[in-house]
């Protein structure tokens, strides 16, 4: 979604945004630290939190709700004003983050004046698939929503809601049964990615109605299956 994003909206129109840095590049990890100093130096934040790894990757995990309001995604206690003067340091050096990516294409695509960007996108693009759906955050499912409101888009959303695990990043499984009731939904009970015995190993944890059936032309090949445990360790 964020290259997209990049490509078809904020590449080309960044322009029309009020306070948007004209010249910009995007950042992905290990940015923060030096802005943290900045603000620690400049009394918007303890010294203390400047040092703490953790602390470190939620100023850089910092998003946005619909609203607008930021975000502490990664949950470490930030504050509301820490988290203002964070992202409006970092955008006056021209650094834009991931989340940066989301909020100011929602913003391009919900802005009257602007209509003309969803409507190009529209008639470009006459389907649009998002894999991995189970791991979409609200403001990406919003964006996604912009587009098909105009009737002229079709959304191909896939998932599975045993496999979301990018909660700590701010996605929502709530987005994706929020979605399930809105829209036709269609569910894939055969596979051809795995041999029939893991099949019936999976199921013993799946309810009955989906239930999967292997189809693949291996699937009574009987080799065993392993079941891989660790730890993590500080």
């Known amino acids: 979604i964020h290259s ?3 490509k078809y909206i904020l590449y080309p129109y960044s322009h029309l945004l009020d306070g948007f840095p004209p010249s910009w590049d995007l950042v992905t990890n290990h940015f923060a630290k030096a802005h943290m100093d900045w603000m620690a130096a400049n009394g918007h934040l303890p010294i203390i939190k400047s040092h703490i790894p953790d602390v470190i990757r939620s100023f850089e995990m910092i ?8 975000r502490d995604i990664g949950q470490h206690g ?3 004003e820490e988290m203002r003067h964070f992202v409006d340091r970092r955008l006056s050096v021209g650094q834009v983050s991931q989340q940066d990516v989301l909020w100011f294409s929602y913003q391009l695509l919900s802005e009257p004046r602007c209509s ?3 409507d190009a996108l529209s008639c470009r693009f006459a389907s649009i ?14 964006v996604l929503e912009r587009l098909h409101t105009l009737k002229r888009t079709s959304l191909f959303l896939v998932g599975d ?4 695990i990018f909660a700590f990043a701010g996605a929502s499984l709530q987005t994706f049964r929020d979605c399930t009731e809105k829209y036709p939904t269609y569910e894939l009970t055969e596979t051809l990615r795995f041999t029939g015995h893991i099949a019936a190993f999976l199921n013993a944890f799946l309810p009955a109605e989906r239930a999967l059936k292997s189809i693949a032309p291996w699937k009574d090949l009987n080799i065993p299956v392993y079941i891989m ?3 993590i360790s500080n």
């Open 4 to 6: 997209f994003l990049l």
């Open 129 to 142: 698939l998002v894999d991995e759906f189970q791991d979409t955050t609200e403001l990406q499912n919003a």
């Open 161 to 164: 809601p045993d496999q979301s």
């Open 78 to 80: 930030l504050k509301p």
């Open 63 to 70: 998003g946005y709700n619909i609203d607008g309001t930021l």
């Open 116 to 118: 003309h960007i969803a």
């Open 229 to 231: 445990v660790g730890s």
